[in-house]
């Protein structure tokens, strides 16, 4: 059973930093692209980060969060993370994980959540001036 589980959301104030984490299990990562996808109400959920789990080099980022925010990947634990830093208003919102069969060259895909095949449910971030 396909199964990814977010943690770490919370509130902090602008300029600070937080953690995501994503638990997955019943699949294998290395097939798949892994991406983070943030939604506030009443808008669609939009690519935050993504990474190939076959190779951490195919990493891809949306421009609002380049240079802030880090993803990466514990095969260990076949867990994704996500490093937020320079936190502003405008990262408010439930954050996602995501899976997606995409090959790694196709990376501009791994940005569109239409393209994802399992989800989790999200955790909230909260960031306060």
């Known amino acids: 059973q396909v199964q990814l589980k977010e943690s770490g959301g919370g509130s902090v104030e602008v300029g600070g930093s937080l953690v995501l984490s994503c638990a997955t299990s019943?699949?294998?990562?290395?097939?798949?692209?892994l991406g983070w996808f943030h939604q506030v109400p009443g808008k669609q959920r939009t690519a935050v980060a993504s990474?190939?789990?076959?190779?951490?080099?195919?990493?891809r980022y949306a421009d609002s969060v380049r240079g802030r925010f880090t993803i990466s990947l514990d095969t260990a634990r076949n867990t994704l993370v996500l490093d937020m830093t320079g936190l502003k208003a405008d990262d408010t919102g439930m954050y996602y994980c995501?899976?997606?069969?995409?090959?790694?060259?196709?990376?501009?895909?791994?940005?569109?959540?239409?393209?994802?095949?399992?989800w989790g449910q999200g955790t909230q971030v909260t960031v306060s001036s």
């Open positions: 995501g899976a997606a069969r995409i090959p790694p060259w196709e990376g501009s895909r791994s940005l569109n959540p239409q393209n994802y095949d399992y």
């Open positions: 019943g699949f294998a990562i290395g097939d798949f692209y």
């Open positions: 990474v190939y789990g076959g190779g951490p080099e195919f990493t």
